[in-house]
Nanobody
Framework: QVQLVESGGGLVQAGGSLRVSCTVS????????MGWFRQAPGKQREFVAA????????DYANSVKGRFTVSRDNAKNTVYLQMNNLSPEDTAVYYC???????????????????WGQGTQVTVSS
């Protein structure tokens, strides 16, 4: 049974930073591609960032490129999303997810992710 537990969300002022984390159990973590998605009230879930199992390849949504950084520590079974220069438009519930298919390439499609965390709320005040 794969489990994902997110942490690190909270309230921050515009221009501030937050780091959210996601710890995975139940699979060999270094084999897993990981993704971050977010969902704001009244909006569809959207891709934020993704990283391959080795950490050698990453991808970002255009809206966060240059501000957010995805990374991972395979020794800790944890993937991170460092968010800098946050704006109120970044307010959402942030979810981490496990890429389906083992060594599959990075994907921005939510349907390509088989396991999801419970989400962590990030609120950016203006």
């Amino acid at each position: 049974q794969v489990q994902l537990v997110e942490s690190g969300g909270g309230l921050v002022q515009a221009g501030g930073s937050l780091r959210v984390s996601c710890t995975v159990s139940g699979r060999t973590f270094r084999w897993l591609g990981m993704g971050w998605f977010r969902q704001a009230p009244g909006k569809q879930r959207e891709f934020v960032a993704a990283i391959t199992g080795t950490g050698g390849d990453t991808d970002y949504a255009n809206s966060v490129k240059g501000r957010f950084t995805v990374s991972r520590d395979n020794a800790k079974n944890t993937v991170y999303l460092q968010m800098n220069n946050l704006s109120p438009e970044d307010t959402a519930v942030y979810y981490c997810a496990v890429r389906s298919g083992g060594w599959a390439p990075i994907s921005k499609a939510a349907d390509d992710y088989g396991y999801w965390g419970q989400g962590t709320q990030v609120t950016v005040s203006s």
